[in-house]
T-cell receptor, first 115, second 112 residues
């Protein structure tokens, strides 16, 4: 069974803290993604990575950074958390390229609250 | 810029009614298209996908979608909805850069 695992379901952090959200996939996928999900705004892409040490900015990268040191792990970092980063964060992975097997698989999400 | 648009934000239907949710994408090249569903409290799950061939694709739970290249559309349909279809539905596209874009989602409420 395919699996994308996010390290925390719920997280509460203080303004200004450095926050790490971890995501691990066991499907040997090249692509990994970080999204935030907010009511009425859908899923907005923060960053994605198509290979180890490679990253591309998505639609809303400001205030975030990422790290991909190993193929199976993709970390999202909030350098200095702010209240407007309170959100649901979703990690996903997929195979690289085109074709019928490029669907993304999602983790269960991390609900982050910044106080 | 590449994007996916869903024009219906909230749809309310009675059980047994027919469903059609709109999805349009803006990208000129080859694109893979998806519909995902998120049931209350659960993670996103794939409903169906299109990458080539027959433009009418069938997915799980009686859902289907039609890819119309000339209209840049990939609308989701179901002939008869059930209360258990109450969920949020997201259209998504993978473009040449392997980037996965999502629409803003459509919340479906089915009244028993």
């Amino acid at each position: 069974d395919v699996k994308v695992t996010q390290s925390s379901r719920y997280l509460v952090k203080r303004t200004g803290e450095k926050v790490f959200l971890e995501c691990v996939q066991d499907m040997d996928h090249e692509n990994m993604f970080w999204y935030r999900q907010d009511p009425g705004l859908g899923l907005r892409l923060i960053y994605f990575s198509y290979d180890v040490k490679m990253k591309e900015k998505g639609d809303i990268p400001e205030g975030y950074s990422v790290s991909r040191e190993k193929k199976e792990r993709f970390s999202l970092i909030l350098e200095s958390a702010s209240t407007n980063q309170t959100s649901m964060y979703l990690c996903a992975s997929s195979l690289f390229g085109k074709g019928g097997n490029t669907e993304a698989f999602f983790g269960q999400g991390t609900r982050l609250t910044v106080v | 810029a590449q994007s996916v648009s869903q024009h219906n934000h909230h749809v309310i239907l009675s059980e047994a009614a027919s469903l059609e949710l709109g999805c349009n994408y803006s990208y000129g090249g080859t694109v893979n298209l998806f519909w995902y569903v998120q049931y209350p409290g659960q993670h996103l799950q794939l409903l169906l996908k299109y990458f080539s061939g027959d433009p009418l694709v069938k997915g799980i739970k009686g859902f289907e979608a039609e890819f119309i290249k000339s209209k840049f559309s990939f609308n989701l349909r179901k002939p008869s909805v059930q209360w258990s279809d109450t969920a949020e539905y997201f259209c998504a596209a993978i473009t040449g850069a392997n980037n996965l874009f999502f629409g803003t989602g459509t919340r479906l409420t089915v009244i028993p």
